[in-house]
């Protein structure tokens, strides 16, 4: 027999991986565990690691790599809306009714489950009342609270911390420097002079146009890493829906180090007592939250970048 897959390497011997090999050991594990995290692809190797535990167990009579087995199921969002239909639920729903075929039970893996249109996931809480029989429910996400409050409080969930993992960002560092030296400046007040607020407009879409650079060269750069990873039968609606969720978990993580150059920024004068600032802080932490809500809901990060970055222009110049 072969040695299971392993879990990943940050992860190994925490509490976390420690209580479900324990409980897969024992066959005590839940029909249906919720995996939390802030890494998408961390959540997959988890969810591989425990359908190999579970279907390469004793008593099965063949062995198979979990994304390439027989009685292991998936399901994906579709589309550039990135969406679980309720009929593509059913279907998978359908195919864990049937018995296994080598192994001593299934597994279905829901890849991103808090995508589930309400259609969806009200059929799939069905299924989560009345398991099939020696079948395992895998559900992956990274917004556990974007899923229904009845299918939470049914599934058994763990969560994993997510490993420090450079960003693939050609330029990154620069455009963060280049953005606090534009904070440090405007700082300094932005007066009447034309050369003096032109130079200020022209860093700011400076600002906007390569940002847009590094995203699409990051998302290019993962993208193909992963797209080496999916199983055969991930079709191409399937793989748009990968390929947006990767732009939209690099852009995430784009603001949110654009909001931390902000108070790095801010810092060393909020240590000065430097009362303007901290209000600036406040003002302009406020209108970063507000700008990646608005990306939730399909704002263009180019425009959502200009609304905070022209805010910027006036929060941080002195009255």
Not at 21 to 49: F, M, W
Not at 298 to 305: G, K, V
Request: aromatic letters at 6%.
């Amino acid at each position: 027999m072969n040695a299971p897959l392993p879990w990943p390497s940050s992860l190994a011997g925490t509490p976390a991986v420690a209580v479900i090999d324990q409980a897969i050991s024992r066959q005590r594990l839940s029909h249906s565990l919720l995996l939390q995290g802030d890494a998408p692809e961390t959540l997959v190797e988890i969810a591989l690691a425990i359908a190999d535990r579970l279907l390469n167990a004793p008593g099965a009579t063949a062995h198979f790599p979990p994304d390439q087995h027989p009685d292991c199921f998936t399901l994906r969002p579709a589309g550039k809306m990135r969406q679980i239909s309720a009929d593509a639920t059913r279907e998978l729903i359908g195919k864990v009714q049937n018995s296994a075929a080598v192994a001593p039970r299934k597994v279905a893996i829901i890849h991103e489950v808090d995508r589930m249109n309400t259609a969806a996931a009200n059929v799939f809480l069905k299924t989560l009342e009345e398991p099939p029989a020696n079948t395992t429910l895998l559900l992956l996400t990274t917004r556990p609270y974007a899923l229904l409050p009845t299918i939470r409080s049914r599934v058994l969930l763990f969560r994993f911390p997510s490993p420090a993992i450079p960003l693939a960002a050609d330029g990154w560092s620069a455009w963060l420097d280049d953005y606090q030296a534009w904070l440090g400046r405007l700082s300094k007040g932005v007066t009447t002079d034309k050369r003096l607020i032109a130079d200020h407009v022209f860093t700011l879409y400076g600002l906007i146009a390569r940002f847009s650079a590094v995203l699409e060269f990051a998302t290019t750069v993962v993208w193909k890493e992963q797209k080496e990873k999916l199983p055969a039968d991930v079709d191409d609606d399937e793989q748009v829906a990968i390929e947006t969720g990767i732009a939209n978990g690099i852009r995430s993580r784009l603001f949110a180090e654009i909001e931390q150059a902000t108070r790095s920024f801010a810092l060393p004068r909020l240590n000065q007592g430097d009362e303007p600032t901290r209000r600036a802080l406040v003002a302009a932490v406020e209108k970063m939250e507000r700008d990646v809500g608005l990306l939730r809901v399909n704002l263009n990060e180019a425009a959502a970048l200009e609304d905070f970055l022209l805010s910027s222009l006036r929060l941080w110049s002195p009255r």
